[in-house]
């Protein structure tokens, strides 16, 4: 089994429908991370979580909100969906020696 | 705002030539570097990392040097392979202390190795 999941791989939804994206982990890291990728723009901070108490916003979060069920889960929602969030979506756990990516959730919002 | 960028968006080399892939940082705070490797629907992966206290780390044919009084990073790949085709990022820490969260990533550069 891969160290970060990420579930679904790929998920098409429609404007204003509400979706989750969700994150598991074995490898027990408390820091866990939601990035957005967008061709040309690299990766970009949605929201961070230094333990299961301790959320934070990154440089993106408007449109989104999370939650840390877990030290080993943590999902990111969109409360309602709108086209410019068309991207692909990383989770990443974090140690002393860097950052896991999970294989990333491809969402196309039509 | 602290960024950092890439000075090639693409490099296309030939099978088995060296690799170098350049990083522009602005953040003088970012004591903690690392290069990652992105391939085609994947996550990135870690290649190689590297402290402010250091000017150069080499790992399994890749290089990484650092040039802090122009703020440069810089990845080498030798006898570049067909399976190093991918987007590689540069990532800073942005603060001090040798921690490395919240790591801010550069757009990234898309290598293309050709038979």
């Known amino acids: 089994d891969a160290d970060v999941t990420q579930t679904p791989r790929n998920r098409i939804t429609k404007t204003g429908k509400r979706i989750m994206l969700e994150c598991s982990q074995t490898k027990g890291h408390d820091r866990m991370y939601w990035y957005r990728q967008d061709p040309g723009l690299g990766l970009r901070l949605i929201y961070y979580?230094?333990?299961?108490?301790?959320?934070n916003k990154g440089e993106i979060s408007d449109g989104y909100s999370v939650s840390r069920q877990a030290q080993a889960k943590f999902s990111l929602s969109l409360e309602s969906a709108i086209p410019n969030q068309t991207a692909l979506y990383f989770c990443?756990?974090?140690?002393?020696?860097?950052?896991?990516f999970g294989s990333g959730t491809r969402l196309t919002v039509v | 705002g602290e960024s950092v960028g890439l000075h090639l968006p693409t490099l296309s080399v030939q099978e088995g030539d060296n690799s170098i892939i350049n990083c522009a940082y602005s953040n003088s705070a970012s004591d903690y570097f690392i290069w990652y490797k992105q391939e085609s629907g994947k996550g990135p992966q870690f290649i190689i990392d590297?402290?402010?206290?250091?000017d150069k780390r080499q790992g399994q044919r890749v290089t990484v040097l650092l040039n802090k009084t122009v703020k440069h990073l810089s990845l080498q790949i030798a006898a570049t392979q067909p399976g190093d085709s991918a987007v590689y990022f540069c990532a800073e820490n942005g603060n001090s202390g040798g921690s490395n969260y919240k790591l801010t990533f550069g757009k990234g550069t898309l290598l293309t190795v050709n038979p």
């Open positions: 990443a756990t974090e140690d002393n020696y860097g950052y896991t």
């Open positions: 590297i402290r402010s206290n250091m």
């Open positions: 979580s230094f333990d299961v108490k301790d959320i």
